[in-house]
């Protein structure tokens, strides 16, 4: 095999393992990547918030918090199925992200709850929004709205809008 080949082919080899694309944020041993949330009907209040969190460290994180300038009042949930039946919640202490492991903030399950929206989400548009981890500290992300139908084959239940 000649250099330039070898060298393009371990470069596409330690893209792979790294698992980390140009848009990923990383900030100490966090990497946060694929944020998006779902564009929302004329009127509502509500919508949701997913992201990938992989935790490259030997101990622990938390996603204790997150803020947006689009709604009043966002939190950071968890959507669990109890005897057939889906229910939701804020986790009050935060998100744990253990170490050496990746959370899927997705429809669902776990996910962040953009509550008294002051506008609609609209396919196309971005927004910021900051994720407050306990030892990491504020991280700023920018999140893509797709369309309405985006990721409904991972919902659960009856919480289509977010």
Known sequence: MRLPTLLLSLSFALSAVSGAS????AKGDLVISAPWSRATPAGAQVAGGYVVITNKGLSAERLV??????AGQPEVHEMTNEGGVMKMRP????LVIPAGAT???EPGGYHLMLLKLKKPLTAGQR???TLVFEKAGAVEVEFEVRAMGAGQQKSHGGHHNH
Not at 22 to 25: H, K, R, Y
Not at 65 to 70: A, E, P, W
Not at 91 to 94: F, I, P, R
Request: charged share 25%; glycine share 4%.
């Open 65 to 70: 918090s997150f803020s947006t300038d689009l």
């Open 103 to 105: 959370v899927k903030l």
């Open 22 to 25: 140009a848009n990923d944020i």
């Open 127 to 129: 927004y910021k929004a």
């Open 91 to 94: 986790l009050a202490k935060g």
